[in-house]
T-cell receptor
Framework: EAGVVQSPRYKIIEKKQPVAFWCNPI?????LYWYRQNLGQGPELLIR????????DSQLPKDRFSAERLKGVDSTLKIQPAELGDSAVYLC?????????????FGPGTRLTVL | RKEVEQDPGPFNVPEGATVAFNCTYS??????FFWYRQDCRKEPKLLMS???SGNEDGRFTAQLNRASQYISLLIRDSKLSDSATYLC????????????FGTGTSLTVIP
């Protein structure tokens, strides 16, 4: 079974440029998460989708970040314009609640460097 | 107060040693707990899930203490390949589908 797919794996941009990340979750997983992870820290949630609905975006910096999951499957996270402090690894994860169990699985992440 | 707290370490142990990590959580109503392993420059990978009092898988044992609100991970007979960061994750009981992460505990197994 294919895992969570993310692209690109690496991205280097100059500040003030836009950037977009793509994620395709595990087939059948209705919950999708975008996290940001800085060095030496655990992942921090940016946004969580239940199907196509964003149910928790309280930690998403809405002045520059946006996300969409139009058909409840794959998702895109965008930053415009990027700032130096946005350099981090952006992780996508998906999960499926089944019989009371809920485990999330991560994609390989996109490592963003803003110069 | 953070939802999940871990000792960041680093833990440096010799091969064959037994090592234990603790993780405390703040919400007493939490029901699901997880340990993830994260290698350098890789994504977190699920190591163990804990839904009741504990779980065991080979050399790895996770134990849950609800009264004291902590989860532990015990690694016996440490291997060089166990060197990684171990993330403690707790499920938010209110939303069900939100997870809180600790900052991770770094383990290095030394030959």
């Amino acid at each position: 079974e294919a895992g969570v797919v993310q692209s690109p794996r690496y991205k280097i941009i100059e500040k003030k440029q836009p950037v977009a990340f793509w994620c395709n979750p595990i087939s059948g997983h209705n919950t999708l998460y975008w996290y940001r992870q800085n060095l030496g820290q655990g992942p921090e949630l940016l946004i969580r989708y239940e199907n196509e609905e964003a149910v928790d975006d309280s930690q998403l910096p809405k002045d520059r970040f946006s996300a969409e999951r139009l058909k409840g499957v794959d998702s895109t996270l965008k930053i415009q314009p990027a700032e130096l402090g946005d350099s981090a690894v952006y992780l996508c994860a998906s999960s499926l609640v089944f019989a009371g169990y809920n485990e999330q699985f991560f994609g390989p992440g996109t490592r963003l460097t803003v110069l | 107060r953070k939802e999940v707290e871990q000792d960041p370490g680093p833990f440096n142990v010799p091969e064959g040693a037994t090592v234990a990590f603790n993780c405390t959580y703040s919400n007493s109503a939490s029901q699901s707990f997880f340990w993830y392993r994260q290698d350098c420059r890789k994504e977190p990978k699920l190591l163990m899930s804990v839904y009741s009092s504990g779980n065991e898988d080979g050399r790895f044992t996770a134990q849950l203490n609800r009264a004291s609100q902590y989860i532990s991970l015990l690694i016996r007979d440490s291997k060089l390949s166990d060197s990684a960061t171990y993330l403690c994750v707790v499920n938010d009981p209110d939303t069900g589908n939100q997870f809180y992460f600790g900052t991770g505990t770094s383990l290095t197994v030394i030959p």
